[in-house]
């Protein structure tokens, strides 16, 4: 049962540190997306990559956030410098371009 | 852009009953429209999803409608057991070759026994 992975699953750091979450999307898919989760937003789209590729960042705050796709296995999120409001459940998904897409476990960040 | 409106919030039933949510999207192009299962600190899980092509679709005690001239769908549940709550998300495909979801806001259901 393939299933998309993320690293790490909590992460806990102080204001100014720079964070790194990481995502294997399931073999084969080629499509891959950050997601952002917390109370008050619900899911927000903050970048997606087609064939490593980006092709939409407008979700995310440009001056600290930054995706890339190193190659086909790995998706990373970086935030520098993290903020407590950057605190939330943050989601990679994976999936082929017919529509489906399916969520990894999560990194739960808190930024004190 | 798209915009996707989820209701109810929360919706309380009891076990054996039936559950339904409703959504209503706003662009005209969308042609996907799955739903998400997501139970506490979990992952959103995909339960069920409709293409523009069919109005409804199928799987043991769910179903989901569509109505694309109304521009709605809905998320039936049947005989709903405790382990069926949970929040639920539907999600609208935007115009673009790529399928970006745009989310509604989410249901939380719970099922009293």
């Known amino acids: 049962d393939a299933r998309v992975t993320q690293t790490p699953r909590d992460k806990v750091t102080e204001m100014g540190q720079e964070v790194t979450m990481r995502c294997q999307p399931i073999l084969g898919h080629n499509t891959v997306f950050w997601y952002r989760q917390t109370m008050m937003q619900g899911l927000e789209l903050l970048a997606y990559?087609?064939?490593?590729?980006?092709?939409?960042d407008s979700g995310m705050p440009k001056d600290r956030f930054s995706a890339e796709m190193p190659d086909a296995t790995l998706a990373t999120l970086k935030i520098q410098p993290s903020e407590p409001r950057d605190s939330a459940v943050y989601f990679c998904?994976?999936?082929?371009?017919?529509?489906?897409?399916?969520f990894g476990p999560g990194t739960r960040l808190t930024v004190l | 852009g798209e915009n996707v409106e989820q209701h109810p919030s929360t919706l309380s039933v009891q076990e054996g009953d039936s559950a339904v949510i409703k959504c209503t999207y706003s662009?005209?192009?969308?042609?996907?429209f799955p739903w998400y299962k997501q139970e506490l600190g979990k992952r959103p899980q995909l339960i069920i999803d409709i293409r523009s092509n069919v109005g409804e679709k199928k799987d043991q005690r769910i179903a989901v409608t569509l109505n694309k001239t109304a521009k709605h769908f809905s998320l039936h549940i049947t005989e709903t057991q405790p382990e069926d709550s949970a929040v639920y998300f539907c999600a609208a495909s935007t115009n673009t070759g790529f399928q970006k979801l745009v989310f509604g806001t989410g249901t939380r259901l719970l099922v009293s026994p």
């Open positions: 662009d005209s192009a969308s042609n996907y």
């Open positions: 990559f087609r064939n490593r590729a980006p092709l939409d």
């Open positions: 998904a994976s999936g082929l371009t017919a529509g489906e897409q399916f």
